[in-house]
């Protein structure tokens, strides 16, 4: 498959056989994109606290695999051609949090993105679970302090991973432009998946 556009401040959903792989490209670079993982009938979602308690890390790495809220592993990262700080930490922006930065009118947001991507393929969530943020630049000082920069990607980084279950692949190129989660003076860009058979 080409790779397929995400617009700038919208989402994507495409279903994944086992074995099939994804990448995730970083079109513009600077870029954070959200992404989750459900099995096909929705019943289990790729949850980072479960993964993250098994890689004992909040970084994953080449090699690791990520988990379901029942522990089952659903993807595993094969490729990481970026600086690697991708966040396992961070809630998906939704409208209440551009309520608390001051938005009076409605502010996309990555949580109604996977919303809409998975409506399409007639998968309602039953809730948002906390994405793997590709790409985001979170740092953390002595355990407690936490600062959000610009992410370090570059243009055309990516990202690659291999579905170990039949599963659904969904993605939201990050909308927030209110606080520097996004480079280019907080500017949401376009980002591109690509299925390799
Ligand atoms: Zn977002």
Redesign the pocket.
């Known amino acids: 498959m080409r790779p397929i556009e995400i617009p700038a401040r919208r989402g994507a959903a495409v279903p994944l056989k086992k074995d099939q792989r994804i990448k995730v490209i970083n079109t513009h670079g600077g870029q ?1 994109v ?1 992404m989750w993982c459900f099995l096909p009938d929705g019943s289990e979602h790729l949850s980072m606290p479960h993964s993250v308690v098994t890689l004992g890390r909040i970084k994953p790495l080449p090699g690791d695999k990520l988990y379901s809220q029942l522990r089952k592993p659903l993807l595993v990262l094969e490729d990481d051609h970026s600086p690697g700080t991708h966040c396992m930490l961070f809630a ?2 939704d409208i209440e949090r551009y309520k608390l930065l001051g938005c009076i009118e409605y502010h996309d ?2 949580a109604d993105n996977l919303r809409e991507a998975m409506n399409s393929l007639d998968i309602i969530p039953s809730y948002i679970p906390t994405p793997l943020n590709l790409f985001m630049n979170t740092k953390f000082h002595q355990h407690q302090e936490m600062v959000i920069e610009a992410p370090e990607a570059k243009a055309g980084d990516f990202i690659t991973f291999r579905a170990l279950q039949d599963c659904v692949m969904a993605f ?1 190129a ?3 432009d209110l606080v520097p ?1 996004n480079a280019h003076g907080c500017t949401p860009q376009s980002v591109e998946y690509q299925v390799l058979d």
Request: proline share 9%.
């Open positions: 954070v959200d998906a922006c947001n990555c939201s990050c909308p927030q989660v």
